[in-house]
């Protein structure tokens, strides 16, 4: 029995390729650490003939299978089928078991595992997953969810810790396997760049998707600490998570912005404020299909849009433009511009005037 070591597994899915069991060594063993609540994710493929996985809790932490150890889990599929664990744990040490079931004298194999979090089914309620932390041993962490209809996937990567930076990445479950695996095709991605906001939103079909936190190395200083939130809205509309996507400032003089909204990236969010005596037209055009406009105000500051904090609105069908005038209150405020269909380039104006009045 041969026993490989992979240290603590995280949401980076590790990839042991071309291994083999024989006639005279029938079991690879592979173990490794969690930490924290994770889903473990076991995917073994690419079977030159049949063989099997398992998943044991090492129960006295010697790192080899013995008789102590704790059957969790088993995938025992025939043929080459491809077999696959996706298990739920707590922190602790465990060993995933490749096991020859065919006859044939040696037998190939490809192995990828990893340790996700697991967000459940996302709806328009909220997920936050707040105070988490990427360290340079594990810079990155990975959450599942689901979807159980075409809805916009709406993420938002904010309170990076200052003087750091992380990305944010999306995934979907491309073989429909339901663990992160190197073959999960990336959809999108967002940079920003220092510690500002990195935000997705993205109109997606039924499935089961990843969202990815990674820490940006060049502009990070030890351990990079982040709130995640998570959620999806209905199609043709706006995101409810408010994050500094596009930061204008302060309105001391007219704005003139562009911008792209469509299926891969489905709203865009402006960030503004207006100084007492200051009012604000914004318009939006350059349309080559159908896009709308909200102006909205988080009175309580949790980067959600509340009831009662979307101030105004303009929704004119097709390429019209939109248009909101004569708002004219001090304060901060966001603009979303959001897809409605098809894709489409735009342009926005922030056309600032002075008021008599606060």
Known sequence: MATYSLGTLSSTPVSRNNYSVTTFDSTDVFAFQVVGSRRIGLFLHDLSADADIRLYRDVNNNGF????????????????????????????????QVSRFSNVSSISYDLDLSAVYDVGTVSTNIVSRNRYSLTTSDPTDTFE??????????????NISLGDDADLRLYRDSNVNGIFDASDALLTSASAGSNRDDILNYNATAG????????????????????????????????????????VGNLTR???LSGGVGSTDTTD?????????????????????????????????????????????????????????????SGNYFLQVYQYSGNTSYRVTFDQYATSYV
């Open 254 to 256: 007219d704005r003139i």
């Open 269 to 329: 969010t402006y960030y503004f404020s207006l100084s007492t005596y200051r009012g604000v037209n914004i318009r939006l055009d350059g349309l080559s299909a159908d896009a709308d406009i909200r102006l909205i105000r988080d009175r309580n500051n949790n980067g959600v849009v509340d009831a009662g904090e979307v101030l105004r609105s303009s929704s004119r069908g097709g390429t019209n433009a939109d248009t909101i005038n004569g708002y004219d209150l």
């Open 65 to 96: 299978l013995d008789s102590s150890d704790t059957l969790l889990a088993s995938s025992t599929r025939g043929g080459t089928s491809n077999d696959v664990i996706d298990f739920g744990v707590s922190s602790g040490r465990y060993l995933a």
């Open 208 to 247: 089961t998707y990843f969202a990815q936190a990674v820490r940006y190395a060049p502009g990070s200083n030890g351990n990079v600490s982040y709130d995640l939130d998570i959620s999806t809205t209905p199609s043709r509309t706006a995101s409810n998570l408010l994050a500094k996507e596009v930061i």
């Open 145 to 158: 969810f689901r979807l159980s209809s075409t809805r916009n996937i709406n993420l938002s990567l904010h």
